[in-house]
């Protein structure tokens, strides 16, 4: 298949439609470790707002299980689409996922803002990074799919367009990111598991990329400084060499589509494997004011004591 293939047929496609289709296309074939990227810096991005990430410090879920709980976020939302959000295994997945978050009392401004960083972050990282730009089917398909998530949750005032999740999410970060010690430990934990990837001379090397893309608000609500110029050069041109490598190759073809390949499950998994421990039972649980297993919202203000990762 040729590598502008797709996004030609893609562009002949109404999103109100066909949203996702071009959901599947964008996370298998088109951007597969894009968007898991932008996913990833999507979840370091929700623990720039304290209360997420003192309830995630409180109960140390990253420090016990951080693998898991990065990979059962990102499987959840593959099953919710894998055979389409309205077939029977897309509802079990709703369900499974409405289960697990009934436990907590979350409001529903901090749903929308978790649910925001999933459109919005990566359709930025793949605009910043990825081979091409995301073209305006597949920017509204991304909305689109984290609208039909939101009725599928129960939350209301999810916006339909990117445009209002991107405002959403913007001013979110403007009002809610501020430093807390949680922010950084949580984060630092979360940065533990994704340089947990690579042999371990290059873990160290690994964490500082990491930090060489993020942008200096989220860094000060962390308490990370800004890596140096340099560094960041040198990772930012890496990004758009690899782009450019990319955009060389043929396209995925239609029989190898890249699906999620969780370390935490080797063999394979069920829904009902996702999910803290708890929620592998059908017994029903009391609400409780703890810890959800997607991030949350937070206060404000309090300025970073900057520290060295």
């Not at 996702?20 to 720039?48: K, N, V």
């Not at 109960?59 to 898991?68: I, S, Y």
């Not at 979350?106 to 990566?122: C, K, M, Q, R, S």
């Not at 005032?157 to 991107?166: I, L």
Request: charged fraction near 30%; glycine fraction near 6%.
């Amino acid at each position: 298949m040729g590598r502008y293939s797709r996004l030609r047929r893609i562009r002949r496609m109404d999103p109100r439609q066909d949203h996702e289709l071009i959901f599947r296309w964008i996370t298998q074939y088109e951007f597969p470790r894009d968007y898991l990227h932008g996913t990833s810096i999507a979840f370091l991005r929700d623990y720039g707002v304290p209360r997420v990430s003192r309830l995630l410090d409180r109960t140390q879920e990253f420090e016990r299980a951080g693998q898991k709980r990065y990979d059962d976020t990102v499987l959840l939302a593959y099953e919710l689409v894998r055979e389409g959000m309205d077939s029977e295994h897309g509802r079990a997945a709703a369900r499974h996922l409405n289960r697990i978050h009934g436990r907590y009392r979350i409001p529903d401004e901090d749903f929308l803002y978790v649910l925001a960083t999933t459109v919005v972050g990566p359709k930025r990282w793949i605009d910043r990074y990825g081979w091409r730009r995301l073209c305006r089917q597949e920017t509204e398909s991304l909305a689109l799919v984290g609208r039909r998530m939101g009725e599928m949750m129960g939350i209301s005032g999810v916006p339909d367009t990117y445009a209002a999740f991107e405002r959403l999410h913007d001013d979110y970060e403007r009002e809610m990111f501020a430093y807390d010690p949680a922010n950084r430990r949580v984060a630092a934990a979360t940065l533990r598991v994704m340089a947990s990837w690579y042999p371990a001379p290059l873990r160290r090397v690994a964490s500082r990329v990491v930090l060489a893309v993020l942008d200096e608000p989220l860094l000060e609500a962390l308490g990370f400084r800004p890596q140096p110029r340099p560094l960041r050069a040198v990772v930012h041109r890496a990004f758009r060499v690899r782009a450019v490598l990319i955009r060389l190759l043929p396209g995925r073809p239609e029989w190898l589509p890249r699906k999620p390949v969780p370390r935490t499950y080797p063999f394979g998994w069920t829904l009902d494997d996702l999910g803290p421990h708890w929620a592998h039972s059908r017994a029903p649980e009391p609400l409780q004011d703890e810890v959800p297993p997607s991030p949350p919202a937070a206060p404000h203000t309090a300025r970073a004591s900057r520290q060295e990762p």
